[in-house]
């Protein structure tokens, strides 16, 4: 894969290549096979450590072990009709695993949306063997972040503390905690790879400030935490890329920054918002960069939908393809991944200037954007 640029509420992207990416949730269906390979970009790494010293990997472990839990999902589509409904097509059971942080003592846990997405029953066990069932408090696609709840003990509880995942720097030190292939409690150690990545978010957006890892991760290590050298949570597994299934050595974390905002606005009950521009966009090729609306020829994901979606805020903003954005307001923006980071800074509502290179021209001007809430999923999904 040449590239990991992908599609946000502003933006989508193509992948192309052998090389697909991998939601690290494991699974096996009762019935039918299900398949966890995507063709979106993104893995699920570890987030940095962001100290060059800390705790041991044993110490660590020990620490944060008892607030790392496993979760079984049983999910069930319903019986549907086909050929005009003269053929029933059979209901699906399908069985996941996946990894959850213990977030507070009143039994709120963190995870993958993508986890527990479509889940009929929710079971979580706990280092020490015990097991309640759970419920979905809520979640987010656009994030890939879901909040269960249990009912259980308080000394089963054991929250762990998130870091600003801000910090993490190429060459920290950091220990995933997680279920691969089954295998709970399963402890691996890797350096931040990177930091900024952009990858794609079940619904097709994307999600910015991801962090890369060569920290061994694979499926079933989704929702678990990427902790830093003392034990806090940089962020949740994700997804990994590969061409094998398995860890490569490129796997990406959701920013605990981000994972942390989303799961406290859903547990206070309130619905989780992105603001929305409605272009597809590529990094500009002109010296002084930016980020460009695409013409539709240069992405497949652009093409159902157009580099500017009808009705969305780029539209009625005057915004049209070859338009090269370099700044939002006075933030300079150097290319398409920046873009989506500084929009992802404002709320659904607000309005912005975008300062514009016309195409094929070399004028500037001023664009007031704005925002909206974007949709559920992106326009080119489906």
């Known amino acids: 894969m040449k590239s990991l640029k992908t599609s946000l509420p502003v933006l989508f992207g193509a992948i192309a290549?052998?090389?697909?990416?991998?939601?690290?949730?494991?699974?096996?269906?009762?019935?039918?096979?299900?398949?966890?390979?995507?063709?979106?970009?993104?893995?699920?790494?570890?987030?940095?450590?962001?100290?060059?010293?800390?705790?041991?990997?044993?110490?660590?472990?020990?620490?944060?072990?008892?607030?790392?839990?496993?979760?079984?999902?049983?999910?069930?589509?319903?019986?549907?009709?086909?050929?005009?409904?003269?053929?029933?097509?059979?209901?699906?059971?399908?069985?996941?695993?996946?990894?959850?942080v213990v977030l507070n003592t009143n039994g709120d846990i963190i995870t993958d949306e993508h986890v527990i997405a479509d889940a009929t029953s929710v079971t979580v066990h706990f280092q020490d063997g015990y097991s309640a069932k759970a419920k979905v408090l809520g979640s987010d696609a656009g994030s890939d972040?879901?909040?269960?709840?249990?009912?259980?003990?308080?000394?089963?509880?054991?929250?762990?503390?998130?870091?600003?995942?801000?910090e993490a720097q190429v060459g920290d030190q950091v220990v995933a905690i997680g279920s691969p292939f089954g295998l709970?409690?399963?402890?691996?150690?890797?350096?931040?790879?990177?930091?900024?990545?952009?990858?794609?978010?079940?619904?097709?957006?994307?999600?910015?400030?991801?962090?890369?890892?060569?920290?061994?991760?694979?499926?079933?290590?989704?929702?678990?935490?990427?902790?830093?050298?003392?034990?806090?949570?940089?962020?949740?597994?994700?997804?990994?890329?590969?061409?094998?299934?398995?860890?490569?050595?490129?796997?990406?974390?959701?920013?605990?920054n981000t994972d942390l905002q989303v799961a406290d606005t859903i547990i206070a009950g309130k619905t989780v918002e992105h603001p929305y521009v409605g272009v597809c966009l590529v990094d500009s090729t002109s010296g002084g960069g930016g980020a460009e609306i695409a013409a539709s020829t240069e992405s497949t994901d652009c093409s159902s939908s157009g580099s500017v979606v009808a009705g969305s805020p780029a539209a009625k903003a005057g915004l049209k393809a070859g338009d090269v954005i370099t700044k939002i307001d006075n933030r300079q923006i150097s290319d398409s991944d920046a873009f989506i980071a500084v929009v992802g800074t404002y709320e659904p509502g607000q309005t912005v200037t975008m300062t514009v290179h016309p195409a094929n021209s070399t004028a500037t001007k001023q664009i007031k954007v704005t925002l909206g809430n974007r949709p559920k999923s992106a326009p080119t999904a489906g």
Not at 32 to 55: E, M, N, R, Y
Not at 204 to 229: H, K, R
């Open 184 to 256: 709970p409690e399963t402890t691996t150690a890797g350096i931040v790879s990177a930091v900024g990545r952009s990858i794609t978010a079940p619904n097709g957006y994307t999600i910015s400030g991801a962090i890369q890892t060569d920290a061994a991760i694979n499926p079933g290590n989704s929702g678990g935490p990427l902790l830093d050298a003392s034990g806090d949570v940089l962020g949740l597994n994700d997804q990994i890329q590969t061409s094998s299934g398995s860890s490569a050595g490129v796997g990406f974390a959701t920013p605990g």
């Open 17 to 100: 290549g052998a090389i697909v990416a991998l939601i690290i949730s494991s699974g096996s269906t009762t019935k039918t096979v299900t398949d966890d390979i995507v063709s979106a970009s993104g893995s699920s790494v570890p987030t940095a450590l962001t100290k060059t010293s800390g705790s041991t990997i044993n110490a660590i472990y020990q620490k944060d072990s008892p607030g790392v839990v496993d979760i079984d999902v049983i999910s069930v589509t319903k019986a549907g009709s086909s050929d005009g409904g003269f053929f029933q097509t059979p209901s699906e059971t399908s069985e996941d695993e996946g990894a959850g």
């Open 145 to 166: 972040v879901g909040v269960i709840k249990v009912n259980a003990p308080a000394s089963e509880l054991h929250p762990i503390a998130f870091a600003n995942s801000t």
